[in-house]
């Protein structure tokens, strides 16, 4: 290492930035310090010793793909977001009591000094035979979502957004006055979703959790294939 240079460095990609350590921050601590923003300062909460930490998308929304999903409780309720400036907008709310997830991958977009960077936060692993995620009380505003859904058990469609409850302890707040719908069980398949808003408790301590900070406008990888194995 010479003496301009610092511990933070570059991988062979020029466009993927791989923030280590070091003492010279420059441009990695502008990048870094909003990447850190995302994972760790917005809506930390401490809750019966469990840390659930909530991702507000800050450009709008963020990305979210899965392979896979698998869960017991699963609710649906239309309440109105804020879009920025005063506005608000209809969006699904999602609600999952128990889920399985095979692989998730989260994309966050912002900008430092005008240029594009995106901070990808992944977890799990590549084996399409497991769901290696434990998730209780997932909850998902959603703008819009690819994939296929599949609910069964108990079905309640039209139930009153007020009374969608997917498990306790979970209430999606939807107005009483709009859809509903509420399920015993769920199942999702290569799942590509934009979401404006996602709490997922224990997010930090996922299999194999990692975040990368990518030059440019970037994107989760397509989830692809079947899932192979059951939770």
């Known amino acids: 290492m010479t003496p301009h240079q610092s511990e933070s460095e570059t991988g062979s990609d020029p466009h993927d930035i791989?923030?280590?350590?070091?003492?010279?921050?420059?441009?990695?601590?502008?990048?870094?310090?909003?990447?850190?923003?995302?994972?760790?300062?917005?809506?930390?909460?401490?809750?019966?010793?469990?840390?659930?930490?909530?991702?507000?998308a800050q450009s709008g929304t963020l990305d979210l793909a899965t392979t896979g999903l698998t869960g017991q409780g699963f609710g649906v309720v239309v309440p109105s977001v804020p879009v920025g400036g005063g506005a608000v907008t209809p969006s699904a709310r999602i609600g999952v009591g128990a889920a399985r997830i095979n692989g998730l991958c989260l994309a966050q977009r912002f900008d430092v000094l005008g240029k594009?960077?995106?901070?990808?936060?992944?977890?799990?692993?590549?084996?399409?035979?497991?769901?290696?995620?434990?998730?209780?009380?997932?909850?998902?505003?959603?703008?819009?979502?690819?994939?296929?859904?599949?609910?069964?058990?108990?079905?309640?469609?039209?139930?009153?957004?007020?009374?969608?409850?997917?498990?306790?302890?979970?209430?999606?707040?939807?107005?009483?006055?709009?859809?509903?719908?509420?399920?015993?069980?769920?199942?999702?398949?290569?799942i590509q979703a934009t979401v404006r808003d996602v709490v997922i408790p224990n997010l930090l301590s996922l299999p194999n959790f990692g975040i990368r900070v990518l030059a440019g406008t970037q994107r989760c990888p397509a989830p692809g294939g079947a899932n192979t194995g059951s939770p």
């Open 116 to 190: 594009p960077f995106t901070a990808l936060i992944t977890g799990g692993d590549a084996d399409p035979s497991t769901f290696e995620i434990g998730v209780d009380g997932l909850v998902l505003d959603v703008a819009d979502v690819h994939g296929v859904i599949r609910a069964g058990g108990e079905l309640q469609v039209n139930k009153s957004g007020a009374e969608v409850r997917p498990a306790p302890g979970i209430d999606l707040a939807g107005p009483g006055n709009r859809f509903g719908l509420q399920a015993g069980t769920v199942t999702l398949a290569n």
């Open 18 to 56: 791989a923030v280590r350590y070091g003492t010279r921050w420059g441009v990695f601590g502008l990048v870094l310090m909003p990447a850190l923003a995302i994972v760790g300062g917005i809506g930390v909460a401490l809750a019966s010793g469990a840390l659930a930490l909530s991702l507000v």
